[in-house]
């Protein structure tokens, strides 16, 4: 009976192969740490010792690539074999808590103060004693929430879930002892620029007397009758700007402030916390 006669390669053109796979396999392992990273920034790792903190991507042809300087879209191919190794920028985990906690805890602060908005205050009272496991935890049924317009569901599926992913995300705050939290908006307190300073000098108006005025209104509001006209007050600049106040007739201060652009009905919205301070609330 014959045999099949076994094919044998030399040293030279296995070595050759082995280098091939070797760097294969360092393709997939280090396109696998950019393509799974939450980051476009990372630290490159050369073989001669050097290390680059650079932004990285894989082409559409699958090589690993740099952009180019102030580009978002292109960049240039790095050679495989001088890479040693490639470190995603590490986000610190506390980042987000660390900004939500400083929103809710200015927020109840100044609310308190002012007396405005006293259910608001309460609500970011309560926030403001959450850890960050239990942040986590209301951060964690957030997701689920806003993720169900993803999940293809009918529009009665969706709403049923979301209403357990709501009582969920309030159990955190209520086995607390504080008031549910607005939901819809709670995610937007992880991030800066959500409490501001009311820009009275916006423009070519005296900020001081502008400010000054709205302390006024403030007072006549809070001191007023219950159920007044609001105090209002507008002034002009990059957008056209607007306060106003109002005591309920059950007795609650509220304000609200708004920046919208010129001659148009859209544009930002907040709640006021006080006199000059503003709460982000929503665009327009």
Known sequence: METATQQTYSPEYQAMMKRIAERQAKR?????VIEEAKTKEFTVKYTDGRQEKKRLFISTSGDICYFAKKRRTRGYAMDIDSIEDIIPKQQRPNDTYTMFHRNVTKAAELLLASGMWP???????GMATLTLEEYNEM???????????NEGLTYDQMKELQKNDIASFNAVLERKGHPAADIYHFNQLKSKGQIISVPFSNGNHNG???KSESRRLYEEAKNGECGAPHKSMRWYGSYDYSISFEKTNSGELLGWYSAEYKGCGNGHYYLLLDATHALYYEDD
């Open 119 to 125: 259910d608001l205050q309460k609500m970011m009272a």
């Open 28 to 32: 997939e392992r280090l396109s696998g």
């Open 139 to 149: 951060t964690a049924h957030y997701d689920a929430y806003d993720g169900r317009y």
């Open 208 to 210: 001081d007397f502008l």
